[in-house]
């Protein structure tokens, strides 16, 4: 018997869904999805199936399409595929292979969604994929959101077998004899989310044999907690953030006073694209030098005398790489530049290297297209040239100088033409203790 009842009730607990919803479900051919389909069925909601072929696994990802294909004829709901290369676009987007059929999978899902009608799209995800991705978020670094790993809902997604965990729903496929096809990758090592699985889990079930329930209490727990923080922000951004003439300006008393400071001040840029990393910076900066700039992908934040002004980029589709204090390469487009320091004066010619001196940079430093208003003071000169000027000056071609990349400093100055010229405001002196090398490949 499928546990029909309790899966209503977790949808309604929940509010994933009204009866009145149509619901794209996402269907690999595993004993979750499948076990899922089965449900809706059952529980006569209004439903579609759709399933992605990555053309990963040769004859066995054939083999699931057909299987999902057959399983949608059987269940007589509307069924929809898709072929992707996964590989290609991985290599495409410098990705990892699992992240990039994410992408490709989110994004078609919620274009079949939008084109057919379907209110939500339903994910067969269960408690142990709820445990495995809070500990990969603890591994790699997180804060209150990735506590909480999955959701039940969250904006067009729904999850509504998190009631039930991995060996429930084994017990229940077999139970019920349901047909399902085995994904091979699944038993693999080489990804991360396997490891956790296969070797981690084990050991601490161990530990607490009642790990899903413990997890699914703390889950609970940290969800609730963000959406305290959440509201502190809310109510934070109104006395914060002032919007004086278009323009929204911060305290720099006020974010002082901030405690703790970092946390709240990376919730209140984080809409606006700035990274934990940048907001440290920023952080690092306050009382320094009036000028000095920070990026996100669409906003630029400006220190001035007491306020920090912030402001959408000159060009918010602009391709945009950041270098921060740590870092060793960095790449925009089809340039990969390389930095490494030296701490005795030195300096060689060559157009492909830049040898600046590191106590004058302001991290994090920018790697951009050259834009309308750009000016540098070229290496050997004493006064300031327009890099349009520069382009013109040096016959360069309009094709090929939209794709130098120019290395902004943190106070917004152009520090280096990459390939070309440095400036000569950052050049290595006598007096240089300590010198950057920016190696453009």
Not at 218 to 237: G, P
Not at 253 to 270: S, V, W
Request: with cysteine; net charge neutral; proline share 3%.
């Amino acid at each position: 018997m499928l546990p029909i009842q309790n899966f209503k009730d977790f949808i309604s607990h929940n509010a994933l869904f009204t009866a009145n919803d149509k619901i794209l479900l996402a269907v690999s051919g595993g004993k979750d999805s499948v076990l899922m389909a089965h449900l809706f069925k059952l529980a006569g909601f209004d439903f579609g199936i759709a399933h992605c072929n990555f053309s990963l696994r040769a004859d066995e990802s054939q083999r699931d399409e057909s299987f999902v294909r057959m399983l949608a004829g059987a269940l007589e709901v509307p069924f929809y595929v898709t072929h992707f290369n996964t590989k290609e676009y991985a290599s495409k987007q410098r990705i990892s292979t699992q992240m990039a059929a994410r992408d490709l999978r989110y994004n078609w899902f919620e274009e079949i969604r939008e084109a057919n009608d379907y209110s939500f799209v339903a994910l067969a995800q269960h408690q142990d994929d709820a445990i495995e991705t809070v500990l990969l978020n603890l591994t790699r670094g997180t804060g209150i959101a990735g506590l909480h790993g999955i959701l039940p809902k969250r904006d067009k997604l729904i999850r509504p077998l998190l009631f039930l965990s991995r060996e429930q729903i084994n017990k229940i496929i077999s139970n019920n004899n349901i047909d399902f096809v085995e994904d091979s990758s699944n038993l693999s090592t080489d990804y991360a989310r396997n490891k956790v699985r296969l070797k981690v889990i084990p050991h601490l079930k161990e530990i607490n044999p009642n790990l899903e329930l413990t997890f699914a209490q703390n889950i609970q727990r940290f969800a609730e907690t963000e959406l305290v923080l959440q509201n502190a922000v809310s109510e934070l951004k109104r006395e914060v953030l002032i919007e004086r003439k278009g323009i929204v300006h911060l305290s720099i008393d006020k974010i002082k006073a901030l405690k703790p400071q970092r946390l709240l001040m990376f919730e209140l840029l984080k809409p606006f694209g700035f990274s934990e990393l940048v907001v440290v910076e920023l952080l690092q900066a306050l009382g320094k030098q009036s000028g000095t700039s920070f990026y996100s992908n669409t906003h630029r934040i400006t220190i001035d005398r007491d306020d920090l002004i912030l402001s959408p980029a000159k060009d918010e589709h602009q391709e945009i790489a950041f270098i921060h204090v740590n870092d060793k390469n960095v790449t925009l487009r089809n340039h990969e530049i390389f930095m490494s320091f030296n701490d005795k004066p030195y300096f060689e010619k060559n157009t492909h290297k830049a040898f600046i001196d590191a106590d004058k940079l302001l991290y994090p430093l920018v790697v951009r297209a050259w834009q309308s208003g750009d000016k540098f003071i070229p290496l050997g000169m004493k006064t300031y040239k327009k890099l349009s000027d520069f382009f013109i000056d040096e016959k360069v071609p309009l094709v090929e100088k939209n794709n130098i990349p120019v290395l902004i400093n943190g106070n917004g100055e152009v520090i280096w033409l990459g390939g070309m010229r440095q400036d000569n405001r950052y050049k290595v002196t006598s007096t240089t203790k300590r010198v950057a090398i920016f190696n453009l490949k």
